[in-house]
Protein backbone atom coordinates (compact mmCIF):
# COMPACT_ATOMS: atom_id res chain seq x y z
CA UNK A 1 0.00 0.00 0.00
CA UNK A 2 0.84 3.81 -1.05
CA UNK A 3 2.16 5.85 2.07
CA UNK A 4 0.43 9.00 0.68
CA UNK A 5 -2.59 8.76 -0.79
CA UNK A 6 -2.78 12.42 -2.63
CA UNK A 7 -6.72 13.43 -3.95
CA UNK A 8 -7.16 15.88 -6.15
CA UNK A 9 -10.99 16.91 -7.28
CA UNK A 10 -11.39 18.66 -10.42
CA UNK A 11 -14.30 20.57 -12.16
CA UNK A 12 -13.85 22.09 -15.25
CA UNK A 13 -10.11 22.84 -14.32
CA UNK A 14 -8.20 21.62 -18.39
CA UNK A 15 -6.01 24.84 -18.07
CA UNK A 16 -4.40 23.98 -14.35
CA UNK A 17 -4.98 20.34 -14.05
CA UNK A 18 -1.98 19.04 -16.18
CA UNK A 19 0.56 20.79 -14.20
CA UNK A 20 -0.77 20.39 -11.18
CA UNK A 21 -0.59 16.24 -11.78
CA UNK A 22 2.83 16.87 -13.18
CA UNK A 23 3.76 18.66 -9.64
CA UNK A 24 2.74 15.07 -8.04
CA UNK A 25 4.43 12.95 -10.37
CA UNK A 26 7.60 15.11 -9.88
CA UNK A 27 7.96 14.38 -6.46
CA UNK A 28 11.75 12.97 -5.03
CA UNK A 29 9.74 10.60 -2.72
CA UNK A 30 7.79 8.20 -4.92
CA UNK A 31 5.77 6.03 -2.25
CA UNK A 32 2.45 7.50 -3.33
CA UNK A 33 -1.54 7.20 -5.21
CA UNK A 34 -2.76 10.09 -7.11
CA UNK A 35 -6.73 9.79 -6.93
CA UNK A 36 -8.59 12.07 -9.29
CA UNK A 37 -12.18 12.57 -8.90
CA UNK A 38 -13.63 14.31 -11.75
CA UNK A 39 -16.72 16.12 -10.47
CA UNK A 40 -18.96 15.97 -13.60
CA UNK A 41 -16.65 18.60 -15.68
CA UNK A 42 -17.99 20.28 -18.95
CA UNK A 43 -14.47 21.31 -20.15
CA UNK A 44 -11.50 19.50 -21.38
CA UNK A 45 -10.46 18.00 -17.91
CA UNK A 46 -10.87 14.61 -18.81
CA UNK A 47 -8.76 14.46 -21.84
CA UNK A 48 -6.04 16.55 -19.73
CA UNK A 49 -6.56 13.54 -17.62
CA UNK A 50 -6.45 10.78 -19.54
CA UNK A 51 -3.02 12.04 -21.09
CA UNK A 52 -1.06 10.94 -18.34
CA UNK A 53 0.04 6.84 -18.46
CA UNK A 54 1.19 6.56 -14.95
CA UNK A 55 0.30 3.09 -12.92
CA UNK A 56 0.10 5.52 -9.40
CA UNK A 57 -3.26 7.43 -11.19
CA UNK A 58 -6.29 6.16 -10.05
CA UNK A 59 -9.24 8.52 -12.08
CA UNK A 60 -12.90 8.62 -11.71
CA UNK A 61 -15.48 10.34 -13.14
CA UNK A 62 -18.94 11.52 -10.68
CA UNK A 63 -21.66 13.65 -11.36
CA UNK A 64 -21.30 17.23 -10.49
CA UNK A 65 -21.79 17.29 -6.33
CA UNK A 66 -19.39 19.60 -5.54
CA UNK A 67 -15.89 19.47 -3.97
CA UNK A 68 -16.43 18.20 -0.71
CA UNK A 69 -18.52 15.34 -1.98
CA UNK A 70 -15.64 14.57 -4.38
CA UNK A 71 -12.90 15.09 -1.76
CA UNK A 72 -14.85 12.55 0.60
CA UNK A 73 -15.34 9.93 -2.27
CA UNK A 74 -11.44 10.46 -2.81
CA UNK A 75 -10.86 9.73 1.24
CA UNK A 76 -12.83 6.25 0.93
CA UNK A 77 -10.92 5.13 -2.23
CA UNK A 78 -8.04 6.39 -0.33
CA UNK A 79 -5.07 3.05 0.38
CA UNK A 80 -2.77 5.39 1.72
CA UNK A 81 -1.93 5.93 5.68
CA UNK A 82 -1.84 9.79 4.95
CA UNK A 83 -4.20 11.49 3.18
CA UNK A 84 -3.55 14.80 0.98
CA UNK A 85 -5.74 16.80 -0.88
CA UNK A 86 -4.64 18.99 -3.86
CA UNK A 87 -6.49 21.30 -5.48
CA UNK A 88 -6.83 21.41 -9.14
CA UNK A 89 -5.25 24.94 -9.90
CA UNK A 90 -2.50 24.63 -7.61
CA UNK A 91 0.87 22.72 -7.06
CA UNK A 92 3.67 20.97 -5.09
CA UNK A 93 7.44 21.73 -5.03
CA UNK A 94 9.50 19.25 -5.82
CA UNK A 95 10.28 18.34 -2.03
CA UNK A 96 6.46 18.24 -0.54
CA UNK A 97 6.14 14.72 0.10
CA UNK A 98 9.85 14.33 1.06
CA UNK A 99 9.79 16.88 3.71
CA UNK A 100 6.48 15.56 5.02
CA UNK A 101 7.62 12.07 5.61
CA UNK A 102 10.48 13.13 7.37
CA UNK A 103 8.54 15.25 9.89
CA UNK A 104 6.22 12.27 9.84
CA UNK A 105 8.83 10.12 10.40
CA UNK A 106 10.13 12.04 13.47
CA UNK A 107 6.11 12.10 14.80
CA UNK A 108 5.07 8.88 14.29
CA UNK A 109 2.10 9.37 16.82
CA UNK A 110 1.16 12.58 15.03
CA UNK A 111 -1.85 13.11 13.12
CA UNK A 112 -2.42 16.50 11.45
CA UNK A 113 0.55 18.20 9.36
CA UNK A 114 0.75 21.72 7.14
CA UNK A 115 3.72 23.48 5.23
CA UNK A 116 3.89 27.09 4.50
CA UNK A 117 2.06 28.07 1.14
CA UNK A 118 2.51 31.13 -1.28
CA UNK A 119 0.11 32.61 -3.79
CA UNK A 120 1.51 33.31 -6.86
CA UNK A 121 0.35 36.19 -9.03
CA UNK A 122 0.82 37.75 -12.68
CA UNK A 123 3.54 39.80 -10.95
CA UNK A 124 5.20 37.63 -8.12
CA UNK A 125 4.87 35.40 -5.98
CA UNK A 126 4.19 35.96 -2.26
CA UNK A 127 3.88 33.97 1.14
CA UNK A 128 1.32 33.91 3.40
CA UNK A 129 2.29 35.42 6.72
CA UNK A 130 1.45 33.61 9.92
CA UNK A 131 0.77 34.63 13.74
CA UNK A 132 3.93 32.82 14.23
CA UNK A 133 7.21 33.77 15.62
CA UNK A 134 9.18 31.46 13.89
CA UNK A 135 8.26 31.07 10.25
CA UNK A 136 10.90 29.06 9.11
CA UNK A 137 11.15 25.82 11.45
CA UNK A 138 9.42 23.02 12.29
CA UNK A 139 6.57 23.43 15.43
CA UNK A 140 3.56 22.25 16.84
CA UNK A 141 0.71 24.60 16.96
CA UNK A 142 -2.75 25.19 18.39
CA UNK A 143 -4.77 25.89 15.13
CA UNK A 144 -6.93 28.80 16.55
CA UNK A 145 -3.77 30.41 17.55
CA UNK A 146 -1.73 30.09 14.89
CA UNK A 147 -4.83 31.08 12.01
CA UNK A 148 -5.23 34.55 13.85
CA UNK A 149 -3.55 36.06 11.06
CA UNK A 150 -3.81 33.63 7.79
CA UNK A 151 -5.43 30.01 8.25
CA UNK A 152 -2.54 27.45 9.38
CA UNK A 153 -4.43 24.91 6.83
CA UNK A 154 -5.17 25.52 3.68
CA UNK A 155 -6.25 22.29 1.41
CA UNK A 156 -3.52 21.93 -0.98
CA UNK A 157 -0.48 22.23 2.02
CA UNK A 158 -2.45 20.07 4.78
CA UNK A 159 -1.66 15.87 5.34
CA UNK A 160 -3.80 14.17 7.24
CA UNK A 161 -4.05 10.47 9.15
CA UNK A 162 -6.29 8.62 7.66
CA UNK A 163 -7.47 8.08 11.53
CA UNK A 164 -8.21 11.48 12.21
CA UNK A 165 -11.53 11.25 9.30
CA UNK A 166 -12.78 8.55 11.54
CA UNK A 167 -12.73 10.38 14.75
CA UNK A 168 -13.83 13.98 13.09
CA UNK A 169 -15.45 13.21 10.04
CA UNK A 170 -14.65 13.84 6.76
CA UNK A 171 -16.09 17.20 4.62
CA UNK A 172 -19.43 18.13 5.75
CA UNK A 173 -21.33 18.09 1.96
CA UNK A 174 -24.29 20.26 3.80
CA UNK A 175 -21.93 22.83 3.42
CA UNK A 176 -20.93 24.30 -0.20
CA UNK A 177 -19.20 27.79 0.82
CA UNK A 178 -15.93 27.20 3.50
CA UNK A 179 -16.66 23.35 3.74
CA UNK A 180 -12.72 22.72 4.32
CA UNK A 181 -12.15 25.42 6.85
CA UNK A 182 -14.94 24.27 8.30
CA UNK A 183 -13.51 20.70 8.87
CA UNK A 184 -9.89 22.34 9.78
CA UNK A 185 -12.20 23.81 12.62
CA UNK A 186 -13.02 20.23 13.67
CA UNK A 187 -9.71 19.03 13.81
CA UNK A 188 -8.45 22.11 15.66
CA UNK A 189 -10.66 21.24 18.21
CA UNK A 190 -9.10 17.66 18.43
CA UNK A 191 -5.18 17.60 16.74
CA UNK A 192 -2.48 20.32 17.18
CA UNK A 193 -0.81 20.90 13.79
CA UNK A 194 2.58 20.01 12.56
CA UNK A 195 3.32 23.05 11.07
CA UNK A 196 6.42 23.53 8.53
CA UNK A 197 7.74 26.95 7.95
CA UNK A 198 8.74 26.18 4.52
CA UNK A 199 6.82 26.94 1.73
CA UNK A 200 6.07 23.85 -0.54
CA UNK A 201 2.94 24.28 -1.78
CA UNK A 202 1.67 27.62 -4.42
CA UNK A 203 -1.62 28.64 -5.12
CA UNK A 204 -2.50 30.65 -8.14
CA UNK A 205 -4.19 33.85 -7.78
CA UNK A 206 -7.56 34.18 -9.88
CA UNK A 207 -9.53 36.86 -8.82
CA UNK A 208 -12.74 35.50 -10.49
CA UNK A 209 -12.21 32.16 -8.55
CA UNK A 210 -14.95 30.86 -6.27
CA UNK A 211 -12.88 32.06 -3.04
CA UNK A 212 -13.12 35.08 -4.76
CA UNK A 213 -16.30 35.68 -5.47
CA UNK A 214 -19.10 38.01 -3.01
CA UNK A 215 -20.90 35.13 -3.56
CA UNK A 216 -18.64 33.02 -1.53
CA UNK A 217 -19.16 33.03 2.26
CA UNK A 218 -19.47 31.00 5.30
CA UNK A 219 -22.91 29.93 5.97
CA UNK A 220 -25.38 30.36 8.72
CA UNK A 221 -25.57 26.94 9.35
CA UNK A 222 -22.41 26.55 9.12
CA UNK A 223 -21.76 29.19 12.50
CA UNK A 224 -24.80 28.09 13.82
CA UNK A 225 -22.80 24.06 13.87
CA UNK A 226 -20.62 25.80 16.86
CA UNK A 227 -23.29 27.97 18.82
CA UNK A 228 -22.74 26.33 22.31
CA UNK A 229 -19.56 25.17 21.65
CA UNK A 230 -18.09 28.64 21.13
CA UNK A 231 -19.50 29.82 23.88
CA UNK A 232 -17.44 28.18 25.94
CA UNK A 233 -14.12 28.57 23.89
CA UNK A 234 -12.94 31.89 23.00
CA UNK A 235 -10.51 30.55 20.57
CA UNK A 236 -13.08 29.33 18.51
CA UNK A 237 -15.26 32.28 19.37
CA UNK A 238 -12.39 35.12 17.71
CA UNK A 239 -11.92 32.46 14.96
CA UNK A 240 -15.60 31.99 14.06
CA UNK A 241 -16.12 36.38 14.89
CA UNK A 242 -12.96 36.29 11.82
CA UNK A 243 -15.35 34.64 9.02
CA UNK A 244 -18.72 36.13 10.62
CA UNK A 245 -17.04 39.48 9.69
CA UNK A 246 -16.08 38.21 6.08
CA UNK A 247 -19.10 36.74 5.87
CA UNK A 248 -21.23 40.63 6.95
CA UNK A 249 -19.12 42.21 4.22
CA UNK A 250 -20.29 40.01 1.40
CA UNK A 251 -23.99 39.35 2.31
CA UNK A 252 -23.82 43.59 2.35
CA UNK A 253 -22.67 43.17 -0.68
CA UNK A 254 -25.39 40.68 -2.24
CA UNK A 255 -27.83 42.54 -0.70
CA UNK A 256 -28.56 40.05 1.54
CA UNK A 257 -29.02 42.75 4.59
CA UNK A 258 -30.78 40.61 7.24
CA UNK A 259 -27.91 37.86 7.10
CA UNK A 260 -25.78 40.92 7.16
CA UNK A 261 -27.49 42.22 10.62
CA UNK A 262 -27.75 38.87 12.32
CA UNK A 263 -24.40 37.26 11.69
CA UNK A 264 -23.24 41.28 12.76
CA UNK A 265 -25.12 40.84 16.22
CA UNK A 266 -23.35 37.51 16.78
CA UNK A 267 -19.44 39.43 17.10
CA UNK A 268 -17.66 39.99 19.89
CA UNK A 269 -16.83 43.85 18.64
CA UNK A 270 -14.30 44.66 21.20
CA UNK A 271 -12.51 41.46 20.21
CA UNK A 272 -12.98 42.00 16.40
CA UNK A 273 -11.44 45.62 16.68
CA UNK A 274 -12.27 48.99 15.87
CA UNK A 275 -11.04 48.97 11.87
CA UNK A 276 -12.89 46.00 11.01
CA UNK A 277 -15.99 47.43 12.92
CA UNK A 278 -15.79 50.25 10.48
CA UNK A 279 -15.36 48.27 7.71
CA UNK A 280 -18.48 45.97 8.09
CA UNK A 281 -20.49 49.83 8.83
CA UNK A 282 -19.69 51.55 5.67
CA UNK A 283 -22.03 51.50 2.72
CA UNK A 284 -21.87 49.39 -0.08
CA UNK A 285 -20.64 51.59 -2.81
CA UNK A 286 -17.51 52.16 -0.27
CA UNK A 287 -17.36 48.26 0.59
CA UNK A 288 -17.45 47.66 -3.19
CA UNK A 289 -14.63 50.49 -3.90
CA UNK A 290 -12.53 48.64 -1.17
CA UNK A 291 -13.22 44.97 -2.43
CA UNK A 292 -12.08 46.07 -6.05
CA UNK A 293 -9.13 47.86 -4.50
CA UNK A 294 -8.01 45.11 -2.78
CA UNK A 295 -8.62 42.42 -5.61
CA UNK A 296 -6.50 44.63 -8.15
CA UNK A 297 -4.00 45.10 -5.48
CA UNK A 298 -3.92 41.38 -4.83
CA UNK A 299 -3.33 40.99 -8.69
CA UNK A 300 -0.23 42.85 -8.61
CA UNK A 301 1.45 41.25 -5.29
CA UNK A 302 0.32 44.15 -3.45
CA UNK A 303 -1.64 44.17 -0.28
CA UNK A 304 -1.10 42.88 3.60
CA UNK A 305 -3.46 39.85 3.16
CA UNK A 306 -4.23 38.16 -0.20
CA UNK A 307 -5.70 34.83 1.00
CA UNK A 308 -8.59 36.12 2.70
Known amino acids: MPFFSVIIPVYNKATFVGETIKSVLAQTYTDFEIIIINDGSTDASETVIQGFNDSRIRYYRQANEGVAVARNEGVTKAQGDFICFLDADDYWLPNFLTTFKKQIDALPNHKVFSCAVALETAKKTIPAQYALDKINDFQ?????????????????????????????????????????????????????????????????????????????????????????????????????????????????LNGDTETAKQLYNQIDLDELGLKKTIVMEMPNPILRLLVWIKNTAAGYGLGNSVFR
Not at 168 to 178: A, M, P, R
Request: with cysteine; charged share 25%; hydrophobic share 35%.
Open 140 to 252: IVDFFEASRKECILWTSATVIHKSAFEKIGTFDTQIKKGEDTELWMRIGLHYTIGFIGTVLAQYRYDANSISRNWHYYFEPYTFEKYAVLEKENSKLKHFLDQNRFSAVIKCK
